[in-house]
T-cell receptor
Framework: GAVVSQHPSRVICKSGTSVKIECRSLDFQATTMFWYRQFPKQSLMLMATSNEGSKATYEQGVEKDKFLINHASLTLSTLTVTSAHPEDSSFYIC????????FGSGTRLTVV | RKEVEQDPGPFNVPEGATVAFNCTYSNSASQSFFWYRQDCRKEPKLLMSVYSSGNEDGRFTAQLNRASQYISLLIRDSKLSDSATYLCVVGPRGGKLIFGQGTELSVKP
């Protein structure tokens, strides 16, 4: 089946630094990937839709200058959290559609 | 109103019990419906898609009522390993998914 590989699985960074999260589709081409965020005891909330070769589409309330998305190839999308703050600490997860939907394993970000 | 609403949890049930989860959605144009399972600190995993005619997979039965915009999941003969958070998920045909807040299930011996 379709596999999406997400890295890193866990990262701790200092306030003010930037963190890059990668999602790769291993055995299929993903024209579109979706980035979600999940706070404890809450559901997954869509942040943005990443489109290969074009600008990402952000959901209302998500700062596009803070959460930079790049989808330069059909197998790789990246999310960079810039100038991270403790309130950005969350579980970030990507998904891609291939007929069904497949999810990466998620990245737990802790900003200290 | 939330786009997808689920029963508040948690549900605490003994092994062997039957448990039902309910979900409603607000967008009548929604085309795809799923139940996902999420274990603590893990990514969601597809449990089953939900079809208008209703569908069953072993101990799990899902039903969809488009007129009422209502989705259900029934788990029969619950096992300890069924303990997880169950997410009701709704989407257009293709495209982004909208997740419910999840209902936590704890199956006790």
């Amino acid at each position: 089946g379709a596999v999406v590989s997400q890295h890193p699985s866990r990262v701790i960074c200092k306030s003010g630094t930037s963190v890059k999260i990668e999602c790769r589709s291993l055995d299929f081409q993903a024209t579109t990937m979706f980035w979600y965020r999940q706070f404890p005891k809450q559901s997954l909330m869509l942040m943005a839709t990443s489109n290969e070769g074009s600008k990402a589409t952000y959901e209302q309330g998500v700062e596009k200058d803070k959460f930079l998305i790049n989808h330069a190839s059909l197998t790789l999308s990246t999310l960079t959290v810039t100038s991270a703050h403790p309130e950005d600490s969350s579980f970030y997860i990507c998904s891609a559609e291939w007929g069904g939907y497949t999810f990466g394993s998620g990245t737990r970000l802790t900003v200290v | 109103r939330k786009e997808v609403e689920q029963d508040p949890g948690p549900f605490n049930v003994p092994e062997g019990a039957t448990v039902a989860f309910n979900c409603t959605y607000s967008n009548s144009a929604s085309q795809s419906f799923f139940w996902y399972r999420q274990d603590c600190r893990k990514e969601p995993k597809l449990l089953m898609s939900v079809y208008s005619s209703g569908n069953e997979d072993g101990r799990f039965t899902a039903q969809l009522n488009r007129a009422s915009q209502y989705i259900s999941l029934l788990i029969r003969d619950s096992k300890l390993s069924d303990s997880a958070t169950y997410l009701c998920v709704v989407g257009p045909r293709g495209g982004k998914l909208i997740f419910g807040q999840g209902t936590e299930l704890s199956v006790k011996p």
